[in-house]
């Protein structure tokens, strides 16, 4: 019995446990960039979007853009939540040790 080995498949791997369960800063994370980049996106098109020569009004008015990016800031704060559900930072778990 002392000769056994066991099959690698069934031996603990090095890095289990660590794989997903930290959370990242939110400026290292996609989302921002996308969040970032698509305000930006909503402010450079309404501020393009304007009176056309051919008389038709600007339908693209800043508040409507501002609405646009307050609906972009509650759906990235909630990606954020969702990342964050369940999952804890080390220096979080390592405090109540």
Request: hydrophobic residues 40%.
């Amino acid at each position: 019995m002392a000769n056994q080995q066991i099959h690698p498949a069934l031996l603990p791997r090095p890095d289990a446990g660590q794989r997903g369960d930290k959370i990242k800063s939110a400026l290292k994370t996609t989302e921002l960039i996308a969040y970032v980049l698509t305000v930006i996106g909503v402010l450079v098109a309404s501020d393009l979007v304007g009176d056309t020569p051919g008389g038709r009004a600007d339908y693209f008015l800043a508040d409507k853009a501002w609405l646009y990016i307050v609906l972009l800031t509650i759906g990235y704060m909630l990606s954020r939540g969702l990342a964050k559900s369940g999952k804890h930072n080390d220096s979080e778990t390592d405090r109540y040790r």
